[in-house]
């Protein structure tokens, strides 16, 4: 059974990018977001055991839909995907529940561990 992913980024370029960057054998149902809000309703619909969430998007950003994920008590993973690198933003993140925290562009050398070290990938 595939492991449903959401990739959440109001960029469709920063979405494609980080489509690549994932294994290409790695068994997984892909849904997109293009603001926080579809990145809950994906999530509530049952689509996002894993999610890769920027934290820069209109109408809801990322440090809201972690928010809203910690104030619900909803539990799915969550990889922060991020252009905006300063030690505070990580922080905050973690904070929220974030698992961990990548700089964008996303490559495959970064993602790759995380998705071992949490056993999401073999």
Do not use: C
Not at 18 to 46: C, F, M, Q
Not at 68 to 92: C, G, K, W, Y
């Amino acid at each position: 059974m595939s492991l449903p992913i959401v990739i959440a980024d109001d960029s469709l370029l920063a979405r494609k990018l980080l489509t690549k960057a994932l294994p290409e054998d790695w068994d997984v149902d892909i849904s997109y977001a293009s603001n926080g809000r579809e990145a809950l309703a994906l999530y509530r619909a049952g689509r996002a055991s894993v999610m890769f969430l920027d934290l820069t998007m209109p109408d809801m950003t990322g440090f809201q839909v972690l928010e809203a994920l910690q104030h619900e008590d909803l539990n799915t993973f969550v990889i922060v995907v991020s252009a905006d690198v300063q030690p505070l933003a990580e922080e905050r993140v973690r904070r929220l529940g974030a698992a961990a925290f990548v700089a964008k562009p996303v490559t495959p050398e970064a993602l790759l561990p995380i998705l071992r070290e949490y056993g999401l990938y073999a």
